[in-house]
């Protein structure tokens, strides 16, 4: 089942958006698709279907946190794990994120190993594990 999932990779930074893709691919998460800020990222989750949403926290136009308290006050969104990337490990920033819902924090430069931990967490919770 979880191989199925479809991820959405939300960072204004083409590169990192990359990384995290090929990251996913070689965990065997070959389903994912790209957005370069929360708007551009809130269209394409109202547009489609997705399972998950790995998402920058600084970005321009609509921040992560900006991205995370849209996704979890709508309806038909709130649902949706939301596993927030950052450059900066600041204590109020990973206590934000747990306060608006988001289901997982890491950061960056992260490897392999840390985002399949993470992301197999949050999977476990999703299927109630």
Same mark, same amino acid.
């Given at each position: 089942?979880? =191989?199925?999932? %479809?991820?959405?990779?939300?960072?204004?930074?083409?590169?990192? %958006?990359?990384? $995290?893709? +090929?990251?996913?691919? &070689?965990? +065997?998460?070959?389903? *994912? &698709?790209? *957005?370069?800020? +929360? @708007? /551009?990222?809130?269209?394409?989750? %109202?547009?489609?279907?997705?399972?998950?949403? @790995?998402? /920058?926290?600084?970005?321009?136009?609509?921040? #992560?946190? &900006?991205?995370?308290? =849209?996704?979890?006050?709508?309806?038909?969104?709130?649902?949706?794990?939301?596993?927030? $990337?950052?450059? &900066? *490990? %600041?204590?109020?920033?990973? $206590?934000?994120? *747990?306060?608006?819902? =988001?289901? #997982?924090?890491? @950061?960056?430069?992260?490897?392999?190993?840390?985002?399949?931990?993470?992301?197999?967490?949050?999977?476990?919770?999703?299927?109630?594990?």
């Amino acid at each position: 089942m979880s =191989a199925d999932l %479809r991820f959405l990779i939300v960072d204004d930074f083409s590169t990192m %958006r990359r990384i $995290v893709r +090929g990251l996913l691919k &070689e965990i +065997g998460y070959t389903n *994912a &698709e790209e *957005a370069e800020d +929360g @708007v /551009d990222a809130l269209a394409q989750l %109202r547009a489609s279907k997705f399972d998950f949403v @790995v998402s /920058d926290i600084n970005m321009p136009n609509m921040t #992560g946190f &900006e991205l995370l308290k =849209a996704i979890k006050e709508d309806p038909s969104l709130k649902h949706l794990p939301v596993l927030m $990337v950052t450059a &900066e *490990a %600041r204590k109020e920033d990973i $206590v934000l994120a *747990a306060q608006s819902g =988001a289901s #997982g924090y890491i @950061v960056k430069p992260f490897t392999k190993a840390t985002l399949e931990e993470k992301v197999m967490k949050i999977i476990q919770k999703m299927q109630g594990a």
